[in-house]
């Protein structure tokens, strides 16, 4: 079975936190990806990353990073120093082999308070 | 950069209905997807269209049929709208799907509000 689950519903941090949006992953496929997008409060979904399964290295983007780890089947995200402006449903995606679909997480909701 | 729109940000529709919803890419992509999105569901797949025609059943089409004539636009049609149907709609494109070539790009979303 394929499957993708954020445990965390929503977080709520205040401005400078950290924070880490956790993202844990099933399959059995060797060649997959994993991708996380940011819904603001307009709605639009937007592509943040893909790492595929034959690289796991991290990858930092200003204050993003993500941590890709095989081992323990995650791909959390993290963000330093958070904004106001980071406030967003955060959604983790696992494509696996030839499919077309995306495999999606129910997605964790991020408040950053002032 | 991709550009997909949708028909309208906004619908209230009544009861029995037939409603159409537009979805329009403009990078010639091969794979577009029409979801609903419901508080505490998530993103759930309707239909697909991998080619002109062409179309696959999502996980959850019952009430909906699509229509792709044409390779830059997908439709999705509620044949006879519910007020289950009341939701938030997402249409998103794919290019042909290499490896650098995967990622789904959205549309704004179309909120439909069944009466």
């Known amino acids: 079975a394929q499957k993708v689950t954020q445990a965390q519903t929503e977080i709520s941090v205040v401005e400078k936190e950290d924070v880490t949006l956790d993202c844990v992953y099933e399959?059995?496929?060797?060649?997959?990806?994993l991708f996380w997008y940011k819904q603001p409060p307009s709605g639009e979904l937007v592509f943040l990353i893909r790492r595929n399964s034959f690289d796991e290295q991290n990858e930092i983007s200003g204050r993003y990073s993500w941590n890709f780890q095989k081992s323990t089947s995650s791909f959390n995200f993290t963000i330093t120093a958070s904004q106001v402006v980071d406030s967003a449903v955060y959604f983790c995606a696992l494509l696996t082999g030839n499919n077309r679909k995306l495999i999606w997480g129910l997605g964790t909701s991020l408040a950053v308070n002032p | 950069d991709v550009k997909v729109t949708q028909s309208s940000r906004y619908l209230v529709k009544r009861t029995g209905e037939k409603v159409f919803l537009e979805c329009v890419q403009d990078?010639?992509?091969?794979?577009m997807f029409w979801y609903r999105q419901d508080p505490g569901l998530g993103l759930r797949l309707i239909y697909f269209?991998?080619?002109?025609?062409?179309?696959e059943k999502g996980d959850i089409p019952e009430g909906y049929s699509v229509s792709r004539e044409k390779k830059e636009r997908f439709s999705l049609i509620l044949e006879s709208a519910s007020t289950n149907q009341t939701s938030m709609y997402l249409c998103?494109?794919?290019?042909?799907?290499?490896?650098?070539?995967?990622?789904?790009?959205f549309g704004p979303g179309t909120r439909l509000t069944v009466l």
């Open positions: 990078m010639d992509h091969e794979n």
């Open positions: 998103a494109s794919r290019g042909a799907g290499g490896v650098l070539d995967n990622e789904q790009f």
């Open positions: 399959t059995r496929d060797t060649t997959y990806y």
């Open positions: 269209s991998y080619d002109v025609k062409m179309k």
